[in-house]
């Protein structure tokens, strides 16, 4: 598979060619996401619920991100991996860029950060230093206790307005990728129309640029719950690689996610 980059991403969305995400913490399954197709794999903070267990994933820290994205990356060389900056450790742009620091020097090729228009002198900084910037709006786990829930956002249109406005002001800052989670189908993808980054939807319908699963979900093991917007690929397809390249496909096609998995 030829490398993918921030360019090859961006290339991506011109072509009109989905672009397919998975989380992954550890080396072996990091190769295997990346020997069936799968063109980013994310160190997921979720790694606070389906590795360590917790309720939520504001127990995660640098430390913690940084040795499993030292695990992903001794998977494979060529993987385009996207680390999680976890909750509190990007509070202002200098601490925002010492933390994306130890990501990138534990083999990150980006970091990811959630939230909106607070965050832009620390994105500007960021990319300035070299580090290039995935965006992370609607539900945004780390504020999972001022949403008072993991609900869908952005159902409100005053809500859908302000996020529209804060993807584009992401962009604007450096951002070079947005994910978008848990957000009613029509406003992702008026989020992927009016930005030039490509944007990578979970449970935000089929409209965005690319989808991304919690590799757990992806074959129905997640501690707790499978969440409507995923899908077991594992059970329909019997082994794993299969499962992997399932996803990929599903992806690309247009098939994953259908209707049963939107929220409107
Ligand atoms: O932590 C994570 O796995 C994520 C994805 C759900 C986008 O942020
Ligand atoms: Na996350």
Excluded at 5 to 29: N, P, Q
Excluded at 179 to 193: H, W
Aim: glycine share 10%; net charge negative.
């Amino acid at each position: 598979m030829a490398k993918v980059t921030v360019s090859t991403l961006a290339k991506k969305k011109r072509e009109g060619t989905k672009i397919t995400a998975l989380t992954a913490y550890d080396a072996s399954f990091a190769k295997l996401f990346y020997d069936n197709g799968v063109d980013i794999v994310l160190v997921g903070d979720s790694l606070g619920m389906v590795l360590q267990g917790g309720d939520d994933t504001l127990a995660v820290t640098t430390t913690d991100i940084a040795y499993h994205t030292r695990c992903v990356r001794a998977g494979s060389k060529e993987l385009f991996v996207i680390a999680d900056m976890p909750f509190m450790s990007y509070a202002n742009p200098a601490q925002a860029c010492e933390n994306a620091a130890t990501l990138m020097r534990s083999g990150a090729n980006m970091v990811k950060l959630e939230g909106g228009e607070w965050l832009l002198d620390s994105i500007r900084m960021l990319t300035q230093q070299g580090i290039p910037v995935c965006g992370h709006l609607g539900l945004t786990p780390q504020s999972v206790n001022v949403f008072g829930g993991f609900k869908i956002q952005g159902r409100k249109e005053e809500q859908a307005e302000q996020m529209i406005a804060d993807a584009i002001a992401l962009e604007q800052a450096g951002a070079q990728l947005l994910v978008v989670e848990c957000i009613p189908s029509a406003l992702a993808k008026r989020i992927s129309e009016a930005l030039s980054i490509p944007v990578i939807g979970i449970g935000a319908g089929k409209d965005t640029d690319g989808q991304i699963l919690v590799m757990h979900d992806l074959v129905g093991i997640s501690a707790g719950y499978i969440p409507k917007f995923s899908k077991n690929f594992l059970a329909e397809t019997g082994n794993m690689p299969a499962a992997v390249e399932k996803f990929c496909t599903d992806v690309k096609s247009g098939a994953f996610p259908s209707q049963e998995h939107e929220f409107n």
